[in-house]
């Protein structure tokens, strides 16, 4: 059996890894609410302007969106792995690596793949196997639409100017603090939705549906990009928050296992203490 000392300075270091773990807790639950909130209040602007601007694709000349809708053979691919800069965040960054390894293997097996990792984790991990073109970890300093938008522009640009002939995106879609859903996004070329369209959904376009998707498709483009990060920032954070419960609570346990242990330890050496003084009266009489 371990010494006492021992078994304190275990139950002291593990009473300081549970004053960490509970404060990173806490502070990733209250940057969680405020992109909760975030990603909560964009999705039905995000959903509903690619649902009309696919409904729109679907009625439209097929030279109307230029390059943007252009279907090709599929012979190199880019794919924009968002994960996070940190760690101890349980398997968030490890969920989207696998999907990125799983998805080149399934769907492009002998094709050029590369990588544009959004995130420190992601670009660490998949440069080993993969040629990461840029890592923009920077985001998450200042994550807002406008320093996306130069992303999605130039993530455009290089599919405009036949770089890639497809891009994806893979990320960890927010659900609910406890859950996050990996997703595979086509982002180029835009897909158009197949068979009828909704004869219930009537606009009237001004100037023209011509004018406006090409107007829509950019911006179109640039919020799906900031959406996804923003699922990707408030998952990771719901991952955080509940890792750090989880360590918190597995830390709590173990402790108390310790103090059951250090208990019994000192009242056998007490025990011990007691026999010895006993047994050395005993043969003091005789």
Same mark, same amino acid.
């Given at each position: ?71 090709? &053979?599929?012979?190199?691919? *880019?794919? %924009?792995?968002?994960?996070? !800069?940190?760690? /101890?965040?349980?398997? @968030? +960054? ?16 002998? &094709?050029?793949?590369?990588? *544009?990792? %959004?995130?420190?984790?992601? !670009?660490?991990? /998949?440069?080993?196997? @993969? +040629? ?155």
């Amino acid at each position: 059996m371990a010494n006492l000392k021992e078994i304190r300075n275990r139950i002291t270091s593990i009473g300081s890894t549970m004053q960490i773990t509970s404060a990173m807790k806490m502070v990733s639950a209250a940057k969680l609410k405020k992109a909760q909130d975030a990603i909560t209040q964009m999705r039905p602007y995000a959903d509903k302007l690619t649902e009309l601007l696919q409904s729109l694709s679907a009625t439209l000349d097929a030279d109307v969106g230029g390059a943007f809708s252009e279907e090709r &053979k599929v012979s190199k691919v *880019l794919i %924009i792995a968002i994960t996070s !800069n940190r760690g /101890l965040c349980g398997g @968030f +960054n490890s969920s989207v690596i696998k999907e990125v390894l799983r998805h080149v293997k399934v769907t492009y097996p002998g &094709k050029d793949v590369e990588i *544009l990792a %959004i995130g420190k984790k992601g !670009n660490d991990l /998949l440069s080993k196997q @993969f +040629n990461v073109i840029e890592n923009r970890s920077d985001i998450f300093d200042h994550l807002t639409f406008d320093n996306v938008a130069i992303i999605a522009q130039k993530v455009m640009d290089l599919y405009v100017d036949g770089s890639y002939d497809k891009i994806e995106l893979i990320y960890n879609q927010f659900k609910n603090a406890a859950t996050q859903i990996t997703q595979v996004e086509e982002f180029l070329p835009i897909s158009k939705i197949e068979g009828d369209t909704d004869a219930s959904t009537d606009y009237i376009f001004e100037p023209g549906k011509n004018e406006i998707v090409l107007e829509l498709i950019p911006k179109s483009l640039k919020t799906q990009l900031y959406k996804a990060i923003r699922d990707s920032f408030a998952s990771e954070h719901g991952a955080r928050m509940t890792a750090m419960h989880k360590a918190t609570d597995n830390a709590n346990e173990l402790r108390n296992d310790l103090l059951l242990t250090y208990n019994k330890a000192r009242q056998a050496a007490i025990t011990n203490e007691i026999l010895e003084i006993v047994g050395g009266a005993e043969a003091l009489k005789n």
